[in-house]
T-cell receptor
Framework: NAGVTQTPKFQVLKTGQSMTLQCAQD?????MYWYRQDPGMGLRLIYYSASEGTTDKGEVPNGYNVSRLNKREFSLRLESAAPSQTSVYFC??????????????FGNGTRLTVT | GENVEQHPSTLSVQEGDSAVIKCTYSDSASNYFPWYKQELGKRPQLIID?????GEKKDQRIAVTLNKTAKHFSLHITETQPEDSAVYFC????????????FGSGTQLTVLP
């Protein structure tokens, strides 16, 4: 039982390059999320997927796209990376909060640097 | 949308002393308030949560209090230990909502030996 697995752990991109961050969970959770973490700004929601087949924008969606490939997997794509997207990205999964005391389960994060 | 403010941004205490971190929220519809701990280079992990139908919850050395009227909630850590050093995040949201949570900006707690 690995929980939430993110790849890659580190990535350096040049401005304008594209990449996809991968996330998979093995806890049979319905909901999955992508957050970014910047110093002094906490965790900000980029996109979320309430269930397989649905995705919705969070607080900071501009410059990103997501795909909920199946119940297990939720990917985040940067089509044209910008220095402002330098951040640590966390994937998370859960059942809706408060249901069966299900908290957010986070992956280990991806540290992305855009030069 | 929800807005969560967290204070202080940094907090240093002597080992054995208590630490208190405070958060305020804006949306009166929020009814779920978790706290996450993030050690350096690690993932955030839930340490305690509270729902709006209770005013206080304790788990060993940590406790959370909620004042719905004033829309603020606090994390209390007693008898602090060096392993309590970490960044702590509060969050607020709606129980049962898949949109999940709005996080505070975090508090770096340092426990001095």
């Amino acid at each position: 039982n690995a929980g939430v697995t993110q790849t890659p752990k580190f990535q350096v991109l040049k401005t304008g390059q594209s990449m996809t961050l991968q996330c998979a969970q093995d806890m049979n959770h319905n909901s999955m999320y992508w957050y970014r973490q910047d110093p002094g700004m906490g965790l900000r929601l980029i996109y979320y997927s309430a269930s397989e087949g649905t995705t919705d924008k969070g607080e900071v969606p501009n410059g990103y796209n997501v795909s909920r490939l199946n119940k297990r997997e939720f990917s985040l794509r940067l089509e044209s990376a910008a220095p402002s997207q330098t951040s640590v990205y966390f994937c998370a999964s859960s059942e809706p909060p408060g249901i069966n005391n299900s908290p957010l389960h986070f992956g280990n994060g991806t540290r992305l640097t855009v030069t | 949308g929800e807005n969560v403010e967290q204070h202080p941004s940094t907090l240093s205490v002597q080992e054995g002393d208590s630490a208190v971190i405070k958060c305020t929220y804006s949306d009166s519809a929020s009814n779920y308030f978790p706290w996450y701990k993030q050690e350096l280079g690690k993932r955030p992990q839930l340490i305690i949560d509270i729902r709006s139908n209770v005013g206080e919850k304790k788990d060993q050395r940590i406790a959370v209090t909620l004042n719905k009227t004033a829309k603020h909630f606090s994390l209390h850590i007693t008898e602090t230990q060096p392993e309590d050093s970490a960044v702590y995040f509060c969050a607020a949201g709606w129980s049962g909502s898949a949109r999940q949570l709005t996080f505070g900006s975090g508090t770096q707690l340092t426990v001095l030996p």
